[in-house]
């Protein structure tokens, strides 16, 4: 005589039934209440999730697809957010190396000390260092060519403190910019424009005010400088190709004073995200007398831009996950329908609704548990290997599929964040879990009488 019982439950045929009465006897007693509550449907659970039973395999074909779905669902959040963190953290980079964080503009030329207003500036504990610098409008001329520019005179020793352009010089630096020297650093848009290099001579065109010839009349001012440096920043801003640089008191005696100059003063602070409340104090502490703005004036919508984007695509991406959710759905719904007369046969030894439902909950959460983590190891992987990826296919191909014109940089950036992993992650098990209510709920009422009737 046997003492087995085919359950379809593959721990239960390891023991007989008198051992299966003492593990429920166990299981109610106080002694072994609390582990063996927790044990009992964990691994009851465990073991319909990784069942080999030939008759079970179209049920563990769907809860694998649902594994599946899962990760796939999970490393593709993972690897479309990293690359987006990538291009935003490019892209801040680029504009950061380039715009002036917060700025301080003489707007009513009214007459200031240069050192005591930079002391005044630097009062401010968000303030990190200053530096002044006068923008004029101009044309560059060499050999007959003439092109229109923005000339801005700086301080190059203090320029280097607010700003990283001298980090993108490609040839010659930015402290060769001294006074009575004459001499100018181009980006490279406008240095292969005019088809000048290092050493070269280059006209600078300016108009001035000159009364001697009657009110406001205005006479241009002509000037050779040497070109001693070239920059590169991104062609996507334009910057190269519309910015030059000269020394701050070349500019100052070329330009003359308060003749539709810009001067004022370029400010860096420790956190250029508090550059709006920087730009109040500062307006304040300056009377109104300077006009002080920050970079989110001209730069702060390419930032919204991304961070809409990267909401719309988290969300759109996010159904990939749900969509596998159903497959969930369905597998437990159907191991709920094959496993009715093991869950009669469970009640009848003891077990209650809620240890049932907490069996089919676990067995879904290991579903999505292992679909998660297998999820968030192949995002990981392929958000590293995006870039390489998609470098060999160009190299394959013949094809750049990045240009630096529409997209600020000229390649795939990838930048992964543990948090970002974590919180897909656990919004993809939690999502699981949810998936396996009804189901559970479906299992825990049913009725031992009605499950065991035809059996």
């Known amino acids: 005589m046997s003492y ?88 801040r980079e680029r504009i950061f190396s380039i715009a002036k964080q917060v700025t301080a503009i003489n707007h009513q030329n009214v007459q200031y000390d240069l050192d005591n207003l930079k002391k005044l500036i630097m009062k401010n504990k968000d303030v990190i260092a200053c530096s002044p610098f006068i923008v004029r409008q101009g044309l560059l001329s060499k050999d007959g060519i003439i092109y229109g520019i923005e000339i801005n005179g700086i301080l190059s020793a203090q320029e280097s403190q607010v700003s990283q352009i001298y980090k993108n010089m490609i040839c010659g630096s930015m402290h060769s910019l001294k006074n009575k020297k004459f001499s100018i650093v181009l980006g490279k848009s406008v240095a292969q424009y005019l088809k000048v290099g290092l050493g070269d001579e280059i006209v600078m065109i300016t108009p001035r005010i000159n009364n001697r010839f009657g009110n406001n009349t205005i006479i241009p001012m002509i000037k050779k400088f040497i070109v001693t440096g070239i920059f590169h920043a991104s062609d996507g ?22 003749e539709g100059n810009i001067e004022g003063f370029n400010i860096k602070i420790k956190d250029p995200y508090r550059a709006i409340l920087v730009s109040k104090e500062l307006s304040k502490r300056l009377n109104n007398i300077f006009l002080v703005s920050d970079w989110t004036t001209k730069y702060g919508p390419y930032f919204k831009a991304i961070q809409m984007e990267k909401t719309i695509i988290f969300v759109i991406l996010l159904f990939i996950i749900t969509v596998a959710t159903f497959n969930l759905v369905s597998s437990l719904m159907m191991n709920v329908m094959e496993k009715q007369a093991e869950i009669a046969i469970l009640r009848t030894l003891g077990a209650t609704p809620f240890h049932i439902m907490c069996i089919f909950i676990i067995q879904g959460g290991i579903i999505g548990l292992f679909g998660s983590i297998l999820g968030m190891i192949g995002g990981c992987l392929l958000s590293i290997s995006a870039p390489h990826l998609v470098k060999f296919l160009e190299s394959v191909i013949g094809m750049h599929f990045i240009s630096e014109t529409i997209y600020y940089i000229d390649y795939l950036p990838s930048k992964l964040e543990w948090s970002n992993v974590l919180t897909i992650g656990l919004i993809a098990f939690t999502m699981s879990l949810f998936a396996t209510i009804y189901p559970s709920w479906k299992a825990a009422n049913i009725k031992p009488i009605n499950a065991l009737k035809y059996e």
């Open 4 to 91: 087995f019982i085919d359950w379809n439950i593959e721990f239960l045929l390891l023991f007989k039934i008198k051992y299966v009465n003492t593990l429920i006897s166990i299981y109610n007693s106080k002694k072994g209440m609390y582990l063996n509550r927790l044990l009992f449907p964990i691994y009851i659970g465990f073991r319909y999730t990784i069942t080999k039973r030939k008759k079970n395999g179209y049920a563990s074909f769907i809860a694998c697809m649902s594994i599946l779905g899962i990760s796939l669902g999970v490393a593709i959040l993972i690897a479309v957010l990293s690359i987006m963190n990538g291009f935003d953290y490019e892209i």
């Open 237 to 258: 801003f334009g910057y190269d190709a519309t910015t030059v640089f000269i020394n701050y008191y070349d500019a100052k005696n070329l330009f003359g004073s308060n």
